[in-house]
């Protein structure tokens, strides 16, 4: 009797654990499941190519004009000036903290880059607004400080602690012996993280950029607020953009539920998955290829 | 060469990590052209004197050291750079691991840093280098692989060449055939007798037999004492001290 309970209990216990392993994975079909449901209706008024590839988005006008082509290149302009600020800056930053800086000063900067991390994006957006756009618009003379580059410093500093970190991580699994043999043979400190260092953190720091780029990509809320929001062909990095994201967020309470608009919103949101999807697996291709080694 | 003047001298050489005290007030002159052989059980400070004599010890931010070392009248803590040093005093670790590139620029990677970039005297460097490591037979069609293509012992022969490239006067090995089978240890057993003839060589092993068939001194340290220094032979036939005789006969360590 007591026996039978113990394997009742172990066998509840067991499926308990297996509903909680396999959840994720069914939210994520799940989610996928209706994105894809709610978007592909959007192709009874608009073909694929013309989705992707055509220069106009007015989705209230009559008749409504799908193209995603501004937004997708608003968010690879603001995405590729993020990550042209961020992934220098936070590689340099990792080394910094790895393999230079004192000890004390290593836990004071990394408790910063954490307290970076947990600021909200709404509060980071609220800083642009009031400091970065007024500041751009005067220093540079635009006719208005909402434009892609605010939103890419902006980004910037959300995707540093991720960089930062998944590269400090890569930077310390580089074997001590492979230091210290380098070290052993005369070279300087220098030396040893240019030749080595850099060489054995490589596919952790590849990895660190692209959950960099993950993190920037999906990003909404600052961008929205800084970057202008006009859906069109950005010719410079100075000018309003709208990315994918902010697109969605603005947009979606207002299409009415079942008109293309309302589906085409939900297409936006499958590029963007796959997008991420991307990204993502990249990045774990990168880090298994380190682990390997 | 025959086993001459004071090459390395040592005076009352300390080590703490922390609280705890590795290497207790060492002493010790190392003559040119010989290979001593450092022997006792583990915790007895051989490794940190080794790593004392390149300042390999300085990367750990916890080890402090007291004491002067001197390497031809030269105080190497003072008087030298440590990279300037690492170069005249080479080092083989316990666990052969070659860099990350291909055979030929694990060898090449010590002199180009040290600003050879003719091309010429680098391919010499690594054919003699490896020549002298014992391995040339083994990679001379394949220099170009990566370096980890190589089996363990050819990695520590590698090891070994990498390091003759920077002709050092010194070599430190730190139980260099720990992870390797028999016969790849008498191959490196073989190069280090070789290279005596012109280089000074400091040999740390658990191995009590190998530090008897290549040493010309020995010495036996034990909880941060060295117990016993003295030719090789007579440590191992006629050791002084009750300890060196336990250690050596098995009956601890």
Aim: hydrophobic fraction near 50%; include cysteine.
């Amino acid at each position: 009797m007591k026996r039978s309970l113990r394997r009742a209990k172990e066998f509840a216990l067991e499926r308990l654990l297996f509903l909680s392993g396999t959840a994720s994975v069914v939210f994520v079909v799940l989610i996928f499941v209706f994105l894809l449901r709610e978007g592909a209706a959007v192709f009874g008024h608009v073909s694929l190519g013309h989705f992707l590839g055509a220069k106009f988005w007015y989705p209230i006008s009559s008749p409504a004009k799908l193209g995603i082509l501004p937004l997708i290149l608003g968010s690879l302009l603001v995405t590729a000036g993020a990550l042209a600020i961020a992934v220098p800056l936070g590689i340099a930053a990792a080394f910094y903290i790895a393999e230079v800086a004192p000890k004390r000063l290593r836990t004071v900067l990394k408790s910063c880059v954490e307290i970076l991390s947990a600021i909200p994006s709404v509060v980071l957006g609220f800083l642009g607004i009031t400091l970065l756009v007024p500041f751009l618009k005067n220093f540079l003379g635009l006719p208005t400080g909402l434009t892609a580059f605010s939103g890419s410093l902006m980004l910037a500093f959300m995707a540093m602690p991720t960089i930062i970190t998944i590269s400090e991580d890569a930077i310390n699994a580089v074997p001590r012996e492979y230091k210290e043999g380098a070290v052993a043979l005369g070279a300087t400190h220098w030396q040893t993280l240019v030749r080595v260092v850099i060489h054995g953190a490589f596919p952790g720091i590849i990895a660190a950029a692209m959950l960099g780029i993950g993190r920037v990509i999906g990003e909404t809320m600052a961008v929205m607020m800084v970057t202008g929001n006009a859906a069109v062909i950005p010719r410079t990095i100075f000018e309003p953009v709208r990315t994918l994201t902010a697109t969605i967020a603005a947009e979606m309470g207002e299409a009415a539920q079942g008109t293309p608009h309302y589906h085409a919103l939900f297409a936006v949101g499958i590029v963007l998955f796959l997008i991420s999807f991307a990204i993502n697996l990249t990045a774990d291709l990168f880090l298994n290829r380190g682990k390997k080694r | 060469m025959t086993a001459g003047g004071v090459k390395i001298s040592v005076q009352d050489l300390s080590v703490t990590y922390g609280r705890v005290r590795a290497l207790k007030g060492l002493s010790i002159d190392v003559l040119d052209g010989e290979i001593l052989t450092i022997i006792g059980p583990s915790n007895s400070g051989k490794t940190s004197f080794l790593r004392c004599l390149n300042r390999l010890i300085d990367l750990d931010a916890q080890a402090k050291v007291r004491g002067r070392i001197r390497l031809d009248e030269e105080d190497i803590r003072n008087g030298l750079s440590s990279e300037d040093l690492r170069k005249r005093v080479g080092m083989i670790f316990a666990m052969p691991i070659p860099l990350p590139l291909s055979i030929r620029d694990n060898i090449t990677y010590g002199p180009r840093m040290s600003g050879q970039i003719d091309k010429a005297a680098l391919e010499r460097i690594v054919v003699e280098s490896l020549r002298a490591a014992y391995l040339w037979d083994e990679v001379r069609d394949r220099l170009g692989q990566p370096a980890q293509k190589l089996s363990g012992g050819q990695q520590q022969r590698l090891c070994i060449a990498r390091t003759l490239a920077l002709n050092p006067e010194v070599i430190l090995f730190d139980e260099p055939t720990s992870g390797l089978d028999p016969i790849s240890t008498a191959k490196v057993e073989e190069a280090m007798i070789e290279l005596r003839k012109a280089k000074t060589i400091i040999l740390v092993t658990n191995n009590t037999k190998q530090a008897a068939r290549v040493g010309s001194r020995t010495a036996f340290f034990l909880m941060g004492d060295m117990i016993e220094l003295g030719p090789t032979a007579d440590m191992f036939t006629v050791p002084r001290d009750r300890r060196t005789e336990d250690y050596i006969v098995g009956r601890f360590g």
